[in-house]
């Protein structure tokens, strides 16, 4: 069971970045996916989620109407598309399957049936 996200960099303020998550060893295409992100000195903060055939996606408020999830299961690769990007975006964002039945906004380690190592995104002028 491997997640491997990439993508992250560093961007100006208002620039935009499209992180990608690819899957590997276990059926992708039947678990609820969650982006997840750490500042530094700070704790985990969920940002994103989508539910496994993608109709369903859920924001958190800090990032809604700038940052999109969408998976493609033919290809086990989940997505984030960061726009309008703010300094306070600045974080390690790794991608995590979900466990079924938790709540899709879990930032517990205990609630991931699997978690990558991270992408570092730095929004920087």
């Known amino acids: 069971v491997q997640l491997v996200e990439s993508g992250g960099g560093m961007v100006q303020p208002g620039g935009s970045l499209r992180l990608s998550c690819a899957a590997s060893?276990?059926?992708?295409?039947?678990?609820?996916m969650s982006w997840v992100r750490q500042a530094p000195g700070k704790g985990p903060e969920w940002v994103s989620g989508?539910?496994?055939?993608?109709?369903?996606?859920y924001y958190a408020d800090s990032v809604k109407g700038r940052f999109t999830i969408s998976r493609d299961n033919a290809k086990n690769t989940l997505y984030l598309q960061m726009n309008s990007l703010k300094p306070e975006d600045t974080a390690l964002y790794y991608c995590?399957?979900?466990?079924?039945?938790?709540?899709?906004?879990?930032?517990?380690?205990?609630?991931?049936?699997?978690w990558g190592q991270g992408t570092q995104v730095t929004v920087s002028s």
């Open positions: 995590a399957s979900l466990m079924p039945g938790v709540d899709i906004t879990t930032t517990s380690l205990k609630d991931f049936g699997s």
């Open positions: 989508i539910n496994p055939g993608g109709g369903s996606t």
């Open positions: 060893g276990f059926t992708f295409s039947s678990y609820h």
